[in-house]
């Protein structure tokens, strides 16, 4: 079975301060792995997303994650944080190629400081 | 243009109702899916429908039995109500199994 967890349910970081949120994965199988953004009382909005190939991914807002298979990891940074940023992150694991099923992680709220 | 819509936005019922949530969607898409965010914003796939068939059936209470008329719409509706059922109900929609897009949510209260 695939899975995803996310390190840390709150992260709270300056304006202009580097974003890091982390994601470690299992899976038994060749994963495809996303990171969405939930702002408040909204729908999930994808990120980035890693399929195959280049191992450093880049997405909207300025945001990328690198796939590390070695350490099953897809951590989420942004060298820096807007106060636009602030919400809820959700990495997600699609461990059967195709299945079209999502597992998501627990999610991490992000605050940024002013 | 909204890609993916649900009615109503906000629900509140009493225990035992039955009840429907609404899902269209305008992008072209062959997969829909509903999702069920509970109250610790945890997330997690409920169904998902392909070309009006459904693929994906997670363990959930049979009270709860999704619809597609067409491919465009999804619909889930709730019987029985429980109080363990308020959440917010995410749709999506995605075509050839690449990224899905999420509608904005139905929060479900009841009471």
């Known amino acids: 079975a695939q899975s995803v967890t996310q390190l840390g349910s709150h992260v709270s970081v300056s304006e202009g301060a580097l974003v890091l949120l982390r994601c470690n994965y299992s899976s038994s199988v060749p994963p495809y792995l996303f990171w969405y953004v939930q702002y408040p009382n909204q729908g999930l909005q994808l990120l980035l997303k890693y399929t195959t190939g280049a191992t450093l991914v880049k997405g909207i807002n300025g945001f990328e994650a690198e796939f590390k298979k070695s350490e099953t990891s897809f951590h989420l940074t942004k060298p820096s944080a807007h106060m636009s940023d602030a919400a809820e992150y959700f990495c997600a694991i699609e461990g059967i190629q195709g299945a079209q099923k999502l597992v998501f992680g627990q999610g991490t709220r992000l605050t940024i400081n002013p | 243009d909204t890609a993916v819509s649900q009615t109503p936005k906000y629900l509140v019922t009493q225990m035992g109702n039955d009840k429907s949530i609404k899902c269209e969607q305008n992008?072209?898409?062959?997969?829909m899916y509903w999702y069920k965010q509970d109250s610790k914003k945890f997330l997690k796939i409920m169904f998902s429908y392909n070309n009006k068939e459904l693929i994906i059936n997670e363990t959930v209470p049979n009270r709860f039995s999704p619809k597609s008329p067409d491919k465009a719409h999804l619909n889930l509706h709730i019987n029985s109500l429980e109080l363990g059922d308020s959440a917010v109900y995410f749709c999506?929609?995605?075509?050839?199994?690449?990224?899905?897009?999420f509608g904005p949510g139905t929060r479900l209260t009841v009471l």
């Open positions: 992008l072209g898409h062959d997969t």
């Open positions: 999506a929609s995605s075509k050839d199994g690449n990224e899905q897009f």
